[in-house]
């Protein structure tokens, strides 16, 4: 019997469980590339987003990740190696999206330490050392994508995200850095803020707290909040040869919002 032939461009895609990072991943496996969705404290959600890439006819797993431990990454790009030969018959990655993290803001007066470096080592310095413990196994021409915020841009400048929004613009400038280094091996490097979106983010404050989204809706360009599959087509294009000549960019996906 032959074996059917194998997809050999994949991509991560953390945080997948949900939202911006589920979308992101159905989005490119439309596409026809792999995904590896990889969770933290959900693997039913991504699960679910693997089942929803399947019963399209695409193909994916699910793999756990912290992206707050640094010190996991060794045996999480072994884990993934394992995976890319058993599921595509590869060793390399076509496409990272950095995109798992988290919200909520706390104001400056409540700040602590810990929570400075919760932000930290989850919103900047996790995505930024996964790139480079991934960085030899991403194929020439491949492509990388981070997930920034609004809230580091000007004109989106809300009180208690001061420590959010200071790790999401330290992002964007890594990004802009990493697409000059990696560029001499064509791997394009751009980042994308999203504006308020309808993802799980402070506890699903949009399905808890709908009188929130007129005003928010209200200082949109558009006239609405963002879905999470506006995002990811952004996403899945920037991963794609459609992009091939972009690269070192931060790209608002907000509709417009506090223009």
Do not use: C, H
Not at 152 to 175: E, F, H, I, N, W
């Amino acid at each position: 019997m032959n074996s059917p032939t194998p997809t050999t461009a994949v991509a991560v895609v953390t945080g997948a469980s949900a939202g911006i990072g589920r979308s992101a991943a159905i989005e490119i496996a439309a596409r026809g590339a792999g995904v590896v969705a990889t969770y933290n404290s959900r693997p039913e959600g991504a699960e679910e987003t693997v089942a929803l890439i399947r019963a399209a006819g695409g193909r994916a797993i699910a793999l756990p990740l912290d992206i707050g431990r640094t010190d996991t990454f060794p045996a999480f790009r072994e884990e993934l190696t394992r995976a890319l030969e058993s599921e595509w018959q590869t060793t390399t990655i076509q496409a990272l999206v950095n995109n798992a993290g988290f919200g909520g803001g706390l104001g400056f007066e409540e700040m602590t330490e810990e929570a400075f470096d919760q932000y930290y080592r989850v919103l900047l310095r996790g995505p930024y050392f996964l790139t480079q413990s991934l960085l030899p196994i991403i194929r020439e021409g491949g492509a990388i994508v981070n997930t920034s915020s609004s809230s580091a841009r000007p004109g989106d400048t809300q009180a208690g995200y001061s420590g959010y929004a200071a790790m999401k613009a330290g992002l964007v400038v890594a990004s802009r850095y990493l697409a000059q280094e990696l560029g001499e091996r064509r791997i394009r490097v751009n980042s994308i803020a999203p504006g308020p979106t309808r993802t799980r983010i402070a506890d699903d404050a949009f399905d808890r707290y709908p009188e929130i989204i007129g005003g928010i809706a209200a200082k949109t360009a558009l006239g609405r909040i963002g879905e999470p599959a506006d995002i990811g087509k952004v996403i899945a294009f920037l991963v794609s040869d459609d992009a091939a000549w972009i690269t070192g960019e931060d790209i608002q996906v907000a509709g417009g919002y506090a223009l």
